[in-house]
């Protein structure tokens, strides 16, 4: 390696590692935060951690592999995988090749295990990783991530850097054309160039009302195949249905897409969790393991879910409920919501849920939506293999990748029915 750098694995050095990961990824996260995604993990090994040091000492990269438990419910066999995560390298020392020399060695380590017969990481389709690792052979699937947007003008400045990565064409369109309109949206009002960095505004602005629908499709076109002549298409049909427009009359009243009736058939129970050491204590845990023992039989493959690994889940640092849907003292579905703050973006993640059924599934869905209205978080994110409905935008920029030995379980990691959540893909 140049300039004396190597790679080296052992425990975490807690702030030097945070510095590198916020500085390369955003806001990733604080020390608690840290501690519990790395440290207090059931499965956690500190020879997983890979450092690329300095010869002063200095960590200049860093990549996290862990591994887990993939259960084939068909077969009650548990297949366990290497994760890859949270590879980082920081600005001024990329492109000496740390990155691949961190692969490399996680590689060196996987391949020295002779115990785990799969790699695996989740990935943003389109960013660099995913190239790299789609060149070497590995697969993928694009997973169900969910998105129910409280307030649309929070969510149109995240996802705007999305037209620079796919499409320079449009981004610079947009840039340009931008200094003289602006948007008008359930909560707020934005100028369309000030908000991707422009500096000069239009003298004459033009307003353009955007309902709560028009920015949830819009969100669902960036984040999936983007090209300008769609866009337009797809905006001109919005327009016709006066989701669009220039006049204030079709604009939906601030949060009423969250305006639902409860199934008042179902008890739901929420508890904070959130200042307690120990959350469990509040929970039948259980009967909340057994709860899932029954229906993740109904999925193909599914990530472990011991009760260890739900004591895990409720000991998320950053505020968190759990929701419990009861009918006659029976649980039918459990959710976990953590708070987390992603830039500028208030967001709830739905940690973990599993429900008996789709009424009890939306039932929760239902209630979700209302406490984040509630709580004035941005948005909600949620993985599911069941649809929540026509309020939440889909965004198909997730993905599981893998390789490893072509089998029967690799069929389903690919087309099977796959339980996940946010917690698996943290």
């Known amino acids: 390696m140049k300039m004396g750098i190597e790679v080296k694995t052992g425990d975490i050095d807690d702030s030097k590692v945070l510095k590198l990961l916020n500085s390369t990824r955003g806001s990733w996260g604080d020390l608690e935060f840290l501690r519990w995604i790395f440290y207090d993990i059931p499965t956690h090994d ?21 591994h887990k438990n993939i259960v084939d419910q068909e077969n009650n066999h548990s297949e366990g995988v290497f994760e890859y995560k949270h590879a980082s390298v920081l600005p001024d020392y990329q492109g000496l090749g740390i990155y691949s020399k961190i692969i490399e060695s996680r590689l060196k380590y996987f391949s020295n295990s002779g115990i785990y017969n799969y790699k695996i990481s989740f990935i943003r389709k389109g960013n660099l990783p995913f190239g790299l690792y789609s060149k070497k052979g590995w697969k993928h699937r694009v997973l169900p991530l969910y998105m129910f947007i409280v307030s649309p003008c929070a969510y149109f400045l995240e996802y705007v850097n999305f037209f620079k990565e796919q499409s320079d064409r449009i981004y610079n369109i947009l840039l340009n054309i931008g200094r003289y309109i602006d948007l008008v949206f359930s909560d707020e009002k934005v100028n369309i160039s000030k908000a991707m960095g422009g500096k000069k505004l239009g003298k004459l602005r033009l307003k353009i009302y955007v309902s709560d629908t028009a920015m949830k499709e819009n969100i669902e076109m960036v984040t999936s195949e983007l090209n300008l002549f769609s866009l337009i298409i797809s905006n001109f049909k919005l327009a016709t249905r006066d989701e669009i427009s220039l006049f204030r009359k079709k604009m939906l009243s601030e949060n009423s897409m969250a305006h639902n009736t409860l199934d008042e058939s179902y008890k739901i129970k929420k508890i904070d969790i959130s200042d307690t050491d120990k959350p469990e204590k509040h929970i039948d845990i259980d009967n909340v393991v057994t709860l899932y023992n029954k229906l993740l039989k109904n999925y193909d493959i599914s990530f472990r879910r011991d009760k260890e690994d739900i004591v895990h889940i409720l000991r998320y640092p950053k505020n968190s409920e759990v929701i419990l849907v009861e009918d006659k003292g029976d649980l039918l579905g459990f959710s976990v919501l953590g708070y987390a703050k992603e830039k ?12 008996k059924s789709e009424d009890v599934f939306h039932s929760m869905i239902n209630y979700i939506e209302k406490l984040a209205v509630s709580r ?25 990748m893998w390789d490893g030995k072509k089998t029967e379980f690799e069929n389903k990691l690919k087309n099977g029915k796959l339980f996940i959540s946010q917690y698996d893909v943290l």
């Open 344 to 355: 500028e973006v208030d967001e709830i993640w739905v940690l973990d849920q599993i429900c």
């Open 46 to 66: 500190k020879e997983e951690n890979f450092f690329a040091k300095t010869t002063e000492g200095k960590i200049v990269g860093y990549g996290r592999t862990g």
């Open 376 to 400: 004035r978080v941005d948005s909600v994110r949620m993985y599911s293999e069941m649809n929540p409905g026509d309020k939440w935008a889909y965004l198909p920029i997730t993905t599981l």
